[in-house]
């Protein structure tokens, strides 16, 4: 059979804005946690669902929130495997810029990880004049598996070393110990330091892992922590981990770090860990990249593209 024209059968999708009353058949094409603003898609919410079928059949979605008369953002966008490579990803991505414009949106963002549908997305992504997109993060996943069969001793024998020197006036602690009085000054410092700030313990209070967020006291002064969240029954991620710079070295984080990777490892087989680095954080960047690649079973990146649509 020869090839199809590209511009028949782009003709023959039909796009169409989704409501309540259609959302519910496209509910697969977008991830686990987007579902539930697919199944709000109501005039007042700003949240944008553009679906695809052919003959009747649901085959592609495009998702996007936005704050109207300013920002867009494309959270998700699908093709399903039989149908891609014929123009249904660039017309759903099309028809999305169209659809954020005429609300007012002046930019328009894409965030992505690198993954084997990179190239398909770039492709549109170039076609359609966006930036070129810029990497702004790690994004790292492990398991306890691997690294109880890989590194455990390893880590072990770091952290014995990071403990044994760790000078007195020190102590990690379980961080829903923290007393009042020591919360209200880092709330405070999360007002004025743009520092604390980035690295805020208290976001998402109601997801914290307690088995391993830590805070590291330094002469009775809280100075680090590093704060979990469990993500899914089998999955915590490694949220923040700070210690302030201006008066710590370095490998006081990797400390906290440490300890709770190995309370994780100790207590909760068979589980996952993830975690997010900012591509700006260098000594970090250079940190996962020298020091722990090795217990991770996968580093991807995450990348960002803009759009100027006035
Ligand atoms: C990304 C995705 C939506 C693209 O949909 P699609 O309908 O195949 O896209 P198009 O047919 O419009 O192709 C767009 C461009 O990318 C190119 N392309 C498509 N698949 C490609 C691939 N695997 N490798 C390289 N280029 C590819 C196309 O050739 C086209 O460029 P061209 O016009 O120069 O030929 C689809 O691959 C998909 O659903 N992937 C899984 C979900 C995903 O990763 N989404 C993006 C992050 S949210």
């Not at 690295?199 to 830590?214: D, G, I």
């Not at 993830?274 to 990249?289: E, G, L, Q, W, Y």
Request: charged share 20%; aromatic share 8%; proline share 6%.
């Amino acid at each position: 059979m020869g090839k199809i024209p590209y511009a028949d059968t782009v003709q023959s999708y039909q796009l169409t804005l989704i409501d309540t009353t259609n959302a519910s058949v496209y509910e697969e094409f977008t991830y686990l946690h987007f579902r539930s603003l697919l199944q709000n898609l109501t005039p007042d919410v700003p949240v944008l669902g553009i679906g695809v079928k052919l003959a009747g059949n649901p085959i592609g979605l495009a998702l996007a929130s936005y704050s109207p008369q300013v920002y867009g953002q494309i959270l998700s966008l699908f093709v399903v495997p039989s149908h891609r490579r014929q123009g249904v990803g660039t017309a759903l991505m099309a028809r999305m810029e169209t659809e954020l414009q005429h609300r007012g949106c002046t930019e328009i963002e894409i965030n992505y990880l690198t993954s084997s549908h990179s190239p398909a997305l770039e492709g549109i992504l170039t076609h359609q004049k966006w930036s070129t997109p810029k990497a702004t993060a790690l994004v790292c996943y492990a398991s306890t598996d691997r690294v109880e069969q890989t590194k455990q001793p390893h880590l072990t024998q770091y952290l014995d070393r990071l403990l044994t020197n760790l000078p007195a006036d020190y102590s990690l602690f379980p961080w829903n110990t923290l007393t009042n009085k020591e919360r209200k000054e880092i709330v405070q410092q999360v007002e004025t330091d743009a520092l604390v700030r980035r690295f805020n313990p208290f976001s998402e209070e109601k997801k914290l892992e307690p088995l391993n967020s830590l805070g590291l006291r330094y002469q009775n002064q809280v100075v680090g922590w590093i704060i979990t969240h469990r993500i899914a029954p089998d999955t915590i991620r490694y949220t923040q981990m700070f210690v302030n710079p201006k008066s710590q070295p370095l490998s006081r984080s990797t400390l906290l770090l440490a300890r709770a990777i190995q309370l994780q490892v100790e207590n909760l087989p068979h589980t996952k860990g993830t975690f997010r680095v900012d591509i700006d954080n260098t000594p970090m960047v250079k940190f996962v990249h020298r020091r722990l690649k090795p217990y991770l079973n996968e580093i991807r990146y995450a990348w960002s593209a803009t759009k100027v649509v006035l």
